[in-house]
């Protein structure tokens, strides 16, 4: 556990030089992470196909997790970028027999490849892609990210499932801010691929730190809420557009650099929010703001499972 972080009470914003110290304090290689497995590869184009994979997997046991993605990278090869250029569903389909994460099937990765393979053919990469729906003028990547997923599952998936099932498993990959969801696995890659630092990977050139949201989790959310980050109850798209706004007024140009000390934070224990322990253990001792806003519900998730993000 961190030692508890200095703040002085004559600080204008005690949160901001606690939290900033704090994210010092986190080796960001010394964890278990899916990022680590997208650092092996050196080139962008790699980077930017596994990490897209492997932040579509993260969900469920951190063990699974990094199995699911190690098995997927070993069939993609060495260079998984020529490979999803090359990818043909049907010649490939035999290749992912087994591999299974959850409720997503092998279709659902076979699919998954397909839409990938999609976006490099129509616009050469995953970021050309996106960037297709990106407008600098908005204030975050809501509706680009809205925009990102319709434009995506419009693409042909015949190849992949045949007959398309009504509920394509491939969609939870691509979720939607109007759902309500979070948006969590998206938003952890375009973290990856943007922010360029000790952590993140810098892949990405076209969108900006500043219009990132934060990758919501349950740590997030359990810190967020102590710090008084956010109003609301509930996860959802609306508690990641708080959190984040709030994270903003520290760091306009970088606000999601907070996220993966925060996260730890949590992931450490060290947030006492609603447990008996309160702030004994907590590096944030004397920024921490729990109760400090009118608490409100986030719009429930329509998507389809309940636990979309």
Request: overall charge positive.
């Amino acid at each position: 556990m961190p030692s508890r972080l200095r703040t002085s009470n004559s600080d204008p914003s005690p949160l901001k030089q606690g939290l900033d110290e704090l994210c010092t304090l986190f080796d960001p290689q010394s964890t278990t992470d899916p990022i680590q497995i997208v650092r092996r590869f050196e080139r962008s184009a790699d980077r930017e196909v596994v990490g897209f994979c492997a932040a579509a997997l993260a969900f469920g046991r951190v063990s699974s997790v990094m199995q699911s993605i190690e098995r997927l990278v070993a069939i993609m090869g060495p260079r998984p970028a020529d490979y999803v250029r090359r990818f043909d569903p049907r010649r490939e389909a035999p290749r992912f027999r087994g591999l299974v994460h959850r409720w997503i099937r092998e279709a659902d990765l076979v699919a998954l490849l397909w839409l990938l393979k999609q976006m490099l053919d129509a616009s050469g990469s995953i970021e050309g892609f996106f960037v297709e729906g990106f407008d600098r003028a908005e204030p975050d990547l809501a509706k680009a990210l809205e925009r990102f997923s319709a434009r995506a599952l419009a693409l042909d998936l015949t190849q992949a499932y045949g007959r398309v099932p009504k509920r394509p498993g491939v969609a939870y990959f691509f979720s939607r801010p109007s759902s309500g969801g979070a948006c969590k696995r998206l938003n952890l890659f375009l973290r990856w691929m943007v922010r360029n630092d000790a952590l993140d990977l810098g892949v990405w050139t076209r969108v900006p730190a500043a219009a990132l949201v934060v990758p919501l989790d349950t740590h997030v959310i359990r810190v967020g809420k102590c710090l008084g980050l956010t109003r609301y109850t509930s996860p959802g798209w609306k508690m990641a557009q708080e959190i984040t706004s709030s994270l903003r007024a520290l760091d306009p140009a970088d606000p999601v650099k907070y996220d993966f000390a925060i996260c730890h934070l949590g992931m450490m224990n060290g947030c006492g929010f609603s447990r008996p322990q309160r702030d004994a253990q907590c590096p944030l001792r004397g920024a921490c703001r729990p109760g400090a806003r009118r608490r409100l519900r986030s719009p429930r998730p329509s998507a389809r499972p309940k636990n979309v993000r």
